[in-house]
């Protein structure tokens, strides 16, 4: 490839690497024999931003560094501004399984077990009336299990940026909420056994009254939930 300079152009042959001086700048694709080996080729220049650097004198080309790509740190996702639009961070229910791990397990064994006496009953036994206890069993156990899912679908918490709303009850439904600029404490209290499930209950106080203004049991994880609002909350 050809080299510019102020004087004149010079260009290395490709077959013997020797430079030939030319006076004119010839054009583009024009082609030149080589003194030196006599093989002709074409002219081929290069970018016109790189001319100035090639006219400084003879250089190696050296192959240009690849970026090396920079480990980025996970980022932790923000909670939205309290002087913003108020937005909902979270809404809160009672956990089934967290709250009574051990009566959950044994409405579902309930459950399953009586259908599975029933259709033995039914299959294998022969029975005319041997399915009816273990139909009465899976029918208690799912009941229970539909009505205790039942209330905690219409109980529910929801924090917000602004505020934190409190809704209880299904035939006769009961809403409260409150400022978090008014909250005074939140209480989270943990059996042993809620400690390792990781629940709790959660009491929310705007005075130093006894009674608290929002009261939820078996919350998931109470500690996250009382480090959201501490976020919001003149302390």
Known sequence: MPTLSPQHVIMPCPTCGKRIAVDAQPAEGETFACPHCEDEFAVRYRGRASDATDARGDRDERPAKTPQPQTQKPSTPALPDKNGPEQEIMTLRPALFRSSPLAYAGLWLAVLGGIGFAGLAIFKWGGS???????????????????????????????????????????????????????????????????????????????????????????????????VIDSYRVM
């Open 129 to 227: 009336y041997l399915w009816l206890p273990g139909a009465v069993v899976a029918t208690a156990g799912a009941v229970s299990l539909g009505v205790w899912k039942l209330r905690t679908m219409h109980s529910w918490v929801r924090i917000t940026s602004k505020r934190i709303i409190d809704s209880d009850g299904f035939f006769r439904k009961t809403t409260s909420e409150i400022l978090h600029r008014d909250i005074r404490n939140v209480r989270v209290e943990q059996s042993l056994l809620e400690r390792i499930t990781n629940a709790g209950t959660l009491s929310i106080y705007t005075s130093s009254d006894e009674v608290p203004e929002v009261h939820m049991d078996h919350v998931p994880r109470p500690d996250k939930v009382r480090a």
